[in-house]
């Protein structure tokens, strides 16, 4: 039995390590290895999500600003409410965390994220915006994303 758990976790692992893992933080990676099922979820729920964030990107109806602006508030609460519906918001909860501070390392090390420095005011605004996607995930279970969007 524990032969097969550690191939599983190796297998898991190995996917998790495939694709855009080089480019997170390692608060980011440490979550990831120790949430292999969630970190899976994370990069397919990512997957569907991009497309719904790219059209309110497109239309330019909130702002410009990737960063510190209403179009980011908007990715943070839209990411996080589609994670939440799938996944524990505890787990989303210590992703949102890891990925903060990741950012304020790169903020420290003067690392630019999206083309822009970080401030950290932006990170405190960015767990705010996670919270309350945890709440309109965990209230919106059962609705689409293009539901979910315009929520």
Same mark, same amino acid.
């Given at each position: 039995?524990?032969?097969?758990?550690?191939?599983?976790?190796?297998?898991?692992?190995?996917?998790?390590?495939?694709?855009?893992?080089?480019?997170?933080?390692?608060?980011?990676?440490?979550?990831?290895?120790?949430?292999?099922?969630?970190?899976?979820?994370?990069?397919?729920?990512?997957?569907?999500?991009?497309?719904?964030? /790219?059209?309110?990107?497109? +239309?330019?109806? =909130?702002?410009?600003?990737?960063?510190? #602006?209403? %179009?980011?508030?908007?990715?943070?609460?839209?990411?996080?409410?589609?994670?939440?519906?799938?996944?524990?918001?505890?787990?989303?909860?210590?992703?949102?965390?890891?990925? /903060?501070?990741?950012?304020? +390392?790169?903020? =420290?090390?003067?690392?630019?994220?999206? #083309?822009? %420095?970080?401030?950290?005011?932006?990170?405190?605004?960015?767990?705010?915006?996670?919270?309350?996607?945890?709440?309109?995930?965990?209230?919106?279970?059962?609705?689409?994303?293009?539901?979910?969007?315009?929520?």
């Amino acid at each position: 039995m524990r032969i097969f758990v550690s191939i599983v976790f190796i297998l898991l692992c190995a996917e998790i390590l495939s694709q855009n893992f080089g480019s997170r933080s390692r608060y980011e990676k440490c979550w990831a290895i120790t949430h292999p099922f969630a970190a899976l979820k994370v990069r397919k729920i990512y997957k569907t999500c991009a497309p719904f964030y /790219e059209e309110v990107k497109k +239309t330019k109806a =909130l702002d410009t600003f990737e960063n510190g #602006g209403k %179009l980011d508030a908007f990715r943070h609460t839209f990411f996080m409410a589609a994670f939440s519906q799938k996944i524990k918001t505890k787990k989303i909860r210590k992703l949102g965390i890891a990925h /903060e501070k990741g950012n304020y +390392t790169h903020f =420290l090390k003067n690392i630019k994220e999206d #083309g822009e %420095l970080a401030d950290s005011l932006s990170s405190v605004m960015d767990i705010k915006n996670n919270e309350l996607g945890f709440k309109i995930g965990n209230t919106n279970k059962k609705k689409d994303l293009s539901d979910l969007k315009t929520w």
